[in-house]
C-alpha cells in the first residue's frame, strides 16, 4: 500500500484564508520530505522541502511542519490566493540507493479556493 | 530554456502497438526520469537514469524499454501496448544529488483501446 498518504482528498477555503494541506507517512527512515503542486493539465512543480531531522521550514508564503512523533506533514499556505488552487502531493525521499531511486508520491489533496 | 518537454501531447494505441514518448531536456540535467500518473493516485516510478548510459528501474518498470544516449534525452518506449498502460506520462529531471526538486514536462496523455 501506499506509504505516504493525505487525510482529504478535497480541501475549500476562502480566498484570503490560510489553508493547511495534511499528510501522513509511514517510513520512518525517510531522510527528506518534499511538497509538489499539480495544477490542471500541467505536470508537478516542487514547493519546498524538508529533511528529517527538522520540525519546521519557511518558504515564501508556505511552512512545512514535520511531526515524526505522530508520522504527520502539513503544508500551509498564507493568505491563499486563486493561482493556489491545484491539487497538492506530498513525497518522501527514502534516500535509498543514494536517493536517484525516485520519490515516493501520496495520492494529492484538491484544493479549491473560494472567491 | 524551453525546460523539459514531451512529445506528443496525445496519443490513442491499439492493444498490442509499440510506441515511443519523447522526452528532452535544455537544463544539463544529469537526472531523468519518467513517471506514470493514474486517477486517484500518484506519481509512480517507471525508471530513472543518472547520466548517459545509465538507466534503472524504478516501481513500475514492466512493459518500458528506456536508453539515455544523450544527457538531453530519455525517450520511454512502449513494447506492446496494454490498457492497463492507458495513463498520463510525466518525464522529470533534475540535479545530480538533489533528487527531491525534480522538473516535470506537461505530459502526455496515453489511451491503449
Known amino acids: 500500500g501506499e506509504s505516504v498518504g493525505l487525510h482529504l482528498p478535497t480541501l475549500s477555503v476562502q480566498e484570503g484564508d490560510n489553508s493547511i494541506i495534511n499528510c501522513a507517512y509511514s517510513?520512518?527512515?525517510?531522510?527528506?520530505f518534499i511538497w509538489y503542486k499539480q495544477e490542471s493539465g500541467k505536470g508537478p512543480q516542487f514547493i519546498i522541502d524538508i529533511r528529517s531531522n527538522m520540525d519546521k521550514r519557511q518558504g515564501q508564503r508556505v511552512t512545512v511542519l514535520l511531526n515524526k512523533t505522530v508520522k504527520h506533514l502539513s503544508l500551509q499556505i498564507a493568505a491563499t490566493q486563486p493561482g493556489d488552487s491545484a491539487v497538492y502531493f506530498c513525497?518522501?525521499?527514502?534516500?535509498?540507493?543514494?536517493?536517484?531511486?525516485?520519490?515516493?508520491f501520496g495520492k494529492g489533496t484538491h484544493l479549491i479556493i473560494q472567491p | 530554456n524551453a525546460g523539459v518537454t514531451q512529445t506528443p501531447k496525445f496519443q490513442v494505441l491499439k492493444t498490442g502497438q509499440s510506441m515511443t514518448l519523447q522526452c528532452a531536456q535544455d537544463m544539463n540535467h544529469e537526472y531523468m526520469s519518467w513517471y506514470r500518473q493514474d486517477p486517484g493516485m500518484g506519481l509512480r516510478l517507471i525508471h530513472y537514469?543518472?547520466?548517459?548510459?545509465?538507466?534503472d528501474q524504478g516501481e513500475v518498470p514492466n512493459g518500458y524499454n528506456v536508453s539515455r544516449s544523450t544527457t538531453e534525452d530519455f525517450p520511454l518506449r512502449l513494447l506492446s501496448a496494454a490498457p492497463s498502460q492507458t495513463s498520463v506520462y510525466f518525464c522529470?529531471?533534475?540535479?545530480?544529488?538533489?533528487?527531491?526538486?525534480?522538473?516535470f514536462g506537461p505530459g502526455t496523455r496515453l489511451t491503449v483501446l
Open positions: 513525497a518522501e525521499n527514502p534516500y535509498s540507493g543514494g536517493g536517484a531511486d525516485g520519490l515516493t
Open positions: 522529470a529531471s533534475g540535479l545530480a544529488g538533489d533528487y527531491n526538486e525534480q522538473f
Open positions: 517510513n520512518s527512515a525517510s531522510d527528506y
Open positions: 537514469s543518472v547520466g548517459a548510459g545509465i538507466t
